[in-house]
């Protein structure tokens, strides 16, 4: 298996790096929330990829039985959970960017630290 | 009355006393009532467990297991019980002195002075009874904590200062180097009761005991080693019946016999004087001794100087100890008596005074022996019993200590305690010759001759400041005569295994 | 009916969050809340009893046996985490809430109470579940409704605090996740007693390593363990008090039990100690945690940050005996777990009744309430006092430990230095209490303490620091079972 036969490994490791990217280096509070959003996807992509079975079908039994290989059906149940906590974490993020909003007229972090140093 | 019911019921009654206090809080005259009573029941209940002790019985009370193996329980040995009837002995006429205090000073918050005091001698007889090294360490730090209010009593930035200063040095004290000594030995041996003869022996050799002793010696910051003493002056801005009994009785005394405890129960005087992990001790003290000696006589303000004076004489009692031998250890068991005895007296005089004529300083007493005869008097009484010469007290544990020195073959500490009586003289008998002999600095009162001159003459404190310094006073000179009964009851302690 | 108590104890509060939404008036839904809370510590409580009485517990969910089903364990590590996660649930639920630290309007509060039990649901979940998703799932209810609270502090800084609270907690959910899911590559299964046997044998593989690094470093970050400590102070700082008690009490602590349970139970002792030598990253991180944290709580002016970076050096003890891993230190570990709740619980109600004196949390407000509030502030020095260790409070017994276990060590510089940094605590406690005592004011002002409503919880709380202090027998007598269950398969 040489570096290339992983390349499922490598999609996930950029799309979790440019999320991590993108929550360090923004200062608008929705990008954060976007970048939060590409570094969980990585990680639902990395469980759905390892589910697969090289040669492996849906796991359905076909009618009247028989020697089927089929991919691993328990990590696309878990990550319905997963994608279910993501959304969670997304309504709730933007819920309290809209707060935020509200109470200071500003979504740039920098901006927003501003005016919380310039109250002190 | 069982021993066992004595020691809980001598333990609980100053903390219900406590309480009684606060709730009697608004009745000023039921509340010194409550003081008084309490402090009465208390003295006449440890009273009672002395023959029990004297006929060399040790009775115990187990009240609780706090850790497998860690348990809040007393028993009465004979320093302990010395060291409890001196406490709680003392706290009658203490009492009555603070009672004359407060109200002739006009006092604030005087409910929580004499809750926190009734407290302070709660943690007091806890120390005294502990059968462990835990329970001893628990009233230590309560004892601590409950004197706290009492030094910052003024509430104004000087006692605020002085009581960071008090704290720090007892907490950073007891936590780093008392506690780590405590699980220590825990971890070396597995238990932390005191038993005759010690638990350490055969269980650590070489440095380690002269380390460990360190950590105990120093950890107990209220014996108030050199070079953590600076409590002890701190403290001084306290009010005088706080200094006189809790600085000069109580609490330097809870540090002293915690260390004479550890030097007999934890260590054993045999183990110590066999691997010479006490030597160095001895020369700390002897320190800690002339330093302190040397200091007092450069202080001007009074409670300064008998605060210096303190620390000399507790390095006293840890040198009895440190010399590891049998003399050794009854002169310090004395001398825990025989100094408060001598220093409470001091103490009150010092107050007696500001009280009075609100002088602090040892150059304004010119000429005070005139118009307060009987508290200078009384002084001179005090300085004797602590300077060391018949027929006070202080003359027969200076001699046990002196022969302790001689026992152990260190003659050279024989010479440190003669010249340690010498720099006494030096610090406290010019304030009684200031008093009686120079001409007061102020008004020349009418000199007229005879009786009736005298009476007319007097300018005393009040009579309930009065009268308790002139019971202490008397009480010095009576344990010249009761000495033998101290020693009496000292010898029925168990220093071997 | 008793069978089914393990699922009740988490079922309970996750069904009754959106009845309170249902009920909406603000009496009822209180009252609905504090007893379906009440019941979760009896469920607790006798789940403890159970375990400590006929072993553990095993509960299939749904009839699905494990490893195939999600199985719900009980043994006497989590029942132990189970009964203070209710305790303090049960104490800081009943503490009224006041309308001035909370940004919803009086009729709106059944959003709290919901919010409330939702958390309190996601964190005894996490402490029962055998199963290492449904520990994820439940570490995610809680952590969405404590950023959600946090969220709901009067001041406009609760918003930002909470928001990067959400990002930080986020991101230490799905490094937990990518964790999971690389244990489950080697392993095929995800329930975790199944994984303690089928890990040992690929233990040498660079994707365990991996996914021992993913998961530790996840749950770090929900522990705030040093240096991924971030989010906590403005956090605590800004959330409303109550929460601040109840997620200081139960929110790191849950984090922490996950902790132990994964070092312990999942990958180890033998792997974890001796192999990758956890302790020599842990062991420094945590003296820095304890004198770091504290000395940070020196400078502060802010009670509430002042208590939270406390928090963090306290979680330095916790994580300390964790990476002494021997019995003495373990125990003192997992008694400061619950020592430490019922400290920090106690003194961050402490700050919400003065909160209800006084307009803020600043610490020069506090003058002179000494005089003011006694029972209030009497508390705060009982419970500064346990955070100290003084004898006879339940820090002691924490501390008594953790010496001990870095005597047995031999690590003599850490048992000086669990000492030293409780001298700092003495520092930063004793700030506040001068300010609180000593006020300049020539009149003394008139009493007027917290509603007897508010001091009762608090001084509950702030007994049983004491109570505790004195009798250990279900503290660290439980723990030191449970420190010895955990390392029975080292020794």
Known sequence: MNILGLWNYWIVIALMMIGLYILIARENLVKKVMGLNIFQVSVIMFWVSIAKVRGGTAPIVPEGGGDVIYSNPLPHVLMLTAIVVGVATTGLGLALIVRIHEAYGSIEEDQVREMDRAEE | MNPGDAIGLSVMLPLLGALGIALAGRYPNLREAVTLVTAGAVFATVLNLVPTVMAGGRPGLEVFQVLPGLTLAFEVEPLGMLYALVASGLWIPTALYSIGYCRGHGEENQTRFFVCFALAIFAALGIAFARNLFTLFLFYEVLTLSTYPLVTHYGNDEARRAGRTYLGILLTTSVLFLLLAIVWTWQLTGTLEFSPGGILAGRVDGPLVAILLGLYAFGTGKAALMPFHRWLPAAMVAPTPVSALLHAVAIVKAGVFTVLKVIVYVFGIDFLSETEGSVWLMYVASFTLLAASIIALTKDNLKARLAYSTISQLAYIVLGGALATMDGVFGSGMHIAMHAMGKITLFFCAGAIFVATHKKNVSELDGLGRTMPFTISAFFLGSISIIGLPPTGGAWSKWYLALGAAEGHHAVFIAVLMVSSLLSIGYLMPIVGRAFFFPSSEKQPAQSGGLAGFWAGIEEAPLLCVFPLCLTAAGCVLLFFYAPAILELLQTMSLVR | ?491
Request: proline residues 4%; hydrophobic residues 55%.
């Open chain 3, 1 to 491: 009916m008793t069978e089914h108590l393990p699922a009740l104890q988490t079922a309970l509060p996750l069904l009754a969050a959106p009845v309170c939404v249902l009920l909406r008036r603000a009496a009822l839904v209180r009252v609905f809340a504090v007893l379906v809370t009440w019941s979760c510590l009896a469920i607790a409580l006798s789940l403890l009893q159970e375990v400590l009485g006929h072993g553990e517990i095993s509960y299939a969910l749904g009839g699905w046996v494990a490893p195939l089903g999600i199985e719900y364990r009980v043994d006497i590590l989590n029942a132990y985490v189970l009964v203070l996660v209710a305790t303090i649930a049960s104490v800081v639920i009943a503490f009224p809430l006041a309308g001035r630290e909370l940004r919803i309007p009086k009729e709106r509060f059944f959003l709290f109470y919901a919010l409330f039990l939702l958390c309190l649901a996601g964190l005894l979940g996490i402490t029962i579940t055998g199963d290492l998703f449904n520990i994820f799932v439940f570490l995610e209810i809680s952590s969405l409704s404590a950023y959600a609270l946090i969220g709901l502090g009067r001041d406009r800084r609760a918003l930002t605090a909470g928001f990067s609270y959400l990002v930080m907690g986020t991101i230490g959910g799905t490094f937990i996740l990518i964790g999971i899911g690389l244990v489950y590559q080697m392993t095929g299964t995800l329930n975790i007693v199944d994984l303690s046997q089928r890990l040992p044998p690929v233990l040498g593989t660079r994707t365990v390593w991996m996914a021992f690094a993913f998961l530790v470093v996840g749950t770090s970050i929900k522990l705030a363990a040093f240096p991924l400590h971030q989010w906590l102070p403005n956090a605590y700082t800004y959330g409303p008090s109550v929460v601040a008690s109840f997620l200081s009490a139960t929110a790191t602590k849950v984090a922490y039990y996950v902790l132990v349970r994964l070092l312990f139970t999942v990958f180890g002792f033998a792997f974890v100690f001796e192999r990758v030598q956890l302790s020599a990253l842990l062991l420094p991180l945590s003296l820095i945690a304890m004198v770091v944290g504290s000395l940070a709580a020196i400078y502060q002016t802010n009670i509430k940050r002042l208590l939270a970076y406390s928090s963090i050096a306290q979680i330095g003890y916790m994580t300390l005996g964790l990476s002494l891993a021997n019995l003495d230190g373990l125990t003192g570990g997992l008694v400061h777990l619950f020592n430490h709740g019922l400290i920090k619980g106690g003194l961050f109600l402490v700050v919400a009744c003065a909160l209800s004196r006084v307009e803020s949390p600043r610490i020069e407000s506090l003058r002179g309430l000494g005089k003011r509030m006694p029972w209030t502030m009497a508390a705060f020095v009982v419970g500064g006092l346990g955070l100290i260790g003084i004898p006879g409070t339940v820090g002691f017994v924490s501390k008594w430990y953790l010496v001990l276990g870095a005597l047995d060590q031999g690590l003599y510089f850490v048992a000086f230095m669990v000492l030293a940094s409780s001298l700092l605590a003495v520092v930063y406690v004793w700030r506040v209490i001068e300010v609180m005592y000593f006020s300049d004011e020539e009149r003394a002002p008139e009493r007027d303490d917290a509603p007897l409503s508010m001091l009762l919880p608090t001084w509950v709380l702030i007994g049983a620091t004491i109570y505790f202090g004195l009798d250990t027998e279900l503290t660290a007598g439980v723990a030191e079972q449970a420190a010895a269950y955990l390392l029975g398969g080292a020794s």
